[in-house]
T-cell receptor
Framework: EPEVTQTPSHQVTQMGQEVILRCVPI?????FYWYRQILGQKVEFLVS????????KSEIFDDQFSVERPDGSNFTLKIRSTKLEDSAMYFC?????????????FGPGTRLLVL | GENVEQHPSTLSVQEGDSAVIKCTYS??????FPWYKQELGKRPQLIID?????GEKKDQRIAVTLNKTAKHFSLHITETQPEDSAVYFC?????????????FGRGTSLIVHP
């Protein structure tokens, strides 16, 4: 069964550095998402992406965040200047191809630690 | 926006017992309610979902019920097994025109004792 993949599995960075988290959604999916989960807390929506543009974003997704689909397979989340509070697990998810199919498939996550 | 409350935060049961996790939501427009299971350090995985035009759905030992009037939905696990131990998240969303942004509950840590 196809799965969403994410790299790296873990990333440690210094405060103020830029990080790029990578995701490969399921190949025929059309909708892509980023979520974060701070340790011990619930999953929080960051952004959704469809047809090469952001379709919705949350209050968390401020100017330091950006997303990109640089080619036909990758979907990336960039954090420009990391802060301590960005430390979390970041999940990518995808769904589709039918607009009526709500099921989201999550990747294994990238655990980001900002020091 | 939508607000989802989930209870209990921790649930401890003996193997073979039933477990019930309850969620309430605030937005009456929400029409899709998935449940995810997340084992320690792993990705959330969809275990069952229900749409607002259905009151109950069952899949083997797992069932979900939805009360649209009261705006609450519940996950029922019967004959629990140790491998059911995980954190379970409920979510509510309004799906329209392709948009689907779930709001998650805070999660219930289910512990099944052998």
């Amino acid at each position: 069964e196809p799965e969403v993949t994410q790299t790296p599995s873990h990333q440690v960075t210094q405060m103020g550095q830029e990080v790029i988290l990578r995701c490969v959604p399921i190949s025929n999916h059309l909708y892509f998402y980023w979520y974060r989960q701070i340790l011990g807390q619930k999953v929080e929506f960051l952004v959704s992406f469809y047809n090469n543009e952001i379709s919705e974003k949350s209050e968390i997704f401020d100017d330091q965040f950006s997303v990109e689909r640089p080619d036909g397979s990758n979907f990336t989340l960039k954090i420009r200047s990391t802060k301590l509070e960005d430390s979390a697990m970041y999940f990518c998810a995808s769904r589709g191809p039918d607009r009526g199919l709500e099921t989201q498939y999550f990747g294994p996550g990238t655990r980001l630690l900002v020091l | 926006g939508e607000n989802v409350e989930q209870h209990p935060s921790t649930l401890s049961v003996q193997e073979g017992d039933s477990a019930v996790i309850k969620c309430t939501y605030s937005d009456s427009a929400s029409n899709y309610f998935p449940w995810y299971k997340q084992e320690l350090g792993k990705r959330p995985q969809l275990i069952i979902d229900i749409r607002s035009n259905v009151g109950e759905k069952k899949d083997q030992r797992i069932a979900v019920t939805l009360n649209k009037t009261a705006k609450h939905f519940s996950l029922h696990i019967t004959e629990t097994q140790p491998e059911d131990s995980a954190v379970y998240f409920c979510a509510a969303s309004f799906t329209s025109g392709g948009s689907y942004i779930p709001t998650f509950g805070r999660g219930t840590s289910l512990i099944v004792h052998p």
